[in-house]
């Protein structure tokens, strides 16, 4: 993968804390009728019309175009902090090839809205990640380099800890059970408004594969 210079000035620099604080912090709502609740796919396709502030219809259309939920929600995330169309992120992605991190770099999202603050250094797969980040984040002429892998589980964390309201640990650990955010986001849909409330199945999850943005039967993502 070719190696990205970024040169964020200082002024970017503040405009993206200010982009990456949590206006979305629980934001979570009961949609009723309005979706299955036995259909992950549906509750996830509203979840996210409701988080990232998109119609039902584009979600829809875009959420069939990609095979893996987590690349839905990098998409309109990438969409929302470039101010660019899905249509061109859509074309760099599938018809020229390039990764997550290429596209974003070419669009200009600032470093720092991938990163949730955390008190200490997590674990797997969040750690190479963020080591990179706090390592050069002062530092404007760094060259930094995240994986399809590593902006898959920042964008599910920020989703899940926005969008539920839960700390950001609670959210890695969800994320490190192995499941996309389809069943992410899914599953505490039910688990809120499908029943009494009471312990997360998400949070009780095997965490057999952690780490890694995978697909859910073990296999490494691209």
């Known amino acids: 993968m070719k190696t990205l210079r970024l040169a964020l000035p200082f002024a970017v620099g503040v405009l993206a804390v200010v982009l990456s604080a949590p206006a979305n ?12 609740l036995d259909d992950r796919t549906d509750v996830y396709f509203s979840i996210s019309s409701h988080y990232f502030d998109r119609d039902r219809d584009t979600v829809t ?3 069939a175009r990609y095979r893996d939920p987590d690349d839905l929600a990098v998409s309109l995330f990438i969409s ?6 899905l249509d061109d992120i859509y074309a760099l992605r599938q018809r020229r090839g390039l990764t997550w991190w ?15 603050e ?6 797997p797969p969040y750690g190479k990640a963020y080591g990179h980040w706090k390592k050069h984040k002062h530092d404007r002429n760094a ?3 995240l994986t399809d892998a590593d902006l898959r ?44 409330k009471g312990g997360s199945k998400v949070a009780t999850s095997s965490k057999s594969n952690p780490g890694k943005g995978n697909n859910g039967r073990g296999n490494k993502k691209k």
């Open 153 to 196: 589980n920042l964008v599910a964390v920020r989703m899940v800890h926005e969008y539920y309201g839960v700390s950001v640990g609670v959210a890695m650990e969800w994320r490190s059970g192995g499941s996309d955010l389809r069943d992410l986001m899914g599953n505490e849909y039910h688990n809120r408004h499908g029943k009494p």
């Open 102 to 116: 290429e596209i974003s770099v070419r669009y200009g999202v600032p470093v720092e809205v991938w990163f949730v």
């Open 25 to 36: 912090a629980g934001v979570d709502i009961d949609f009723g009728a309005a979706v299955q």
């Open 118 to 123: 955390v008190k200490r250094d997590p674990g």
């Open 80 to 85: 929302r902090h470039s101010g660019r169309s």
């Open 61 to 63: 259309t875009w959420g």
């Open 143 to 145: 060259t930094i380099v």
